[in-house]
């Protein structure tokens, strides 16, 4: 379930529940867009003279509708940076995918996946990511069986628990 704010300042709208406020002619009011968890990212701003994903300032001269836009993070479960950031659904197609020496980034989140580490190759496992990437808000936890028969493969143990079987094959 996706959950996310609009507030301002000066105060008066704190969106879910107070959506809609009154502000004296010339007053400059900041709108902040804030997903409320890790499963909604804010994308943009619509209406008035606000666009990006900053706050949105407006002088309150006339009525003024803006809409906050969020979307869900459901296809963006796991980054691999280096380059260009690519998006993946599991962890495993990640790892397939990810060049020499790249980082995979996991959300904060539980992944249930057994993992077969199988290619020549280094990377770097990173995890506990909000939905934008940006920030880290939690811990990754991978449960499942871990083999690995070729590579290399560093977890970052602050922000990502394993919760495996682990299996290193000769």
Do not use: H
């Not at 009154?22 to 900041?30: A, K, L």
């Not at 995918?97 to 249930?112: C, K, L, N, P, S």
């Amino acid at each position: 379930m996706m959950s996310a704010a609009v507030t301002s300042s000066p105060p008066g709208i704190d969106c879910g529940s107070d959506c809609t406020e009154q502000y004296g002619s010339g007053t400059q009011v900041t709108l902040t867009a804030t997903p409320e968890d890790s499963n909604s990212v804010f994308v943009g701003w619509t209406g008035g003279n606000c666009s990006g994903t900053g706050d949105c300032v407006l002088n309150m001269n006339t009525n003024e509708n803006i809409t906050a836009q969020f979307q869900a993070c459901s296809e963006r479960l796991v980054r691999v940076i280096g380059g260009t950031p690519e998006f993946y659904l599991t962890l495993q197609l990640a790892f397939a995918w990810a060049g020499e020496g790249g980082t995979i980034q996991g959300r904060d989140m539980i992944y249930q996946e057994d993992l077969n580490f199988n290619l020549n190759k280094t990377l770097i496992f990173e995890g506990g990511y909000d939905c934008n990437y940006t920030n880290i808000t939690g811990n990754s936890v991978i449960i499942g069986t871990l083999t690995v028969s070729g590579g290399t493969a560093d977890f970052n143990t602050d922000t990502i628990e394993i919760v495996c079987f682990f299996r290193k094959v000769a």
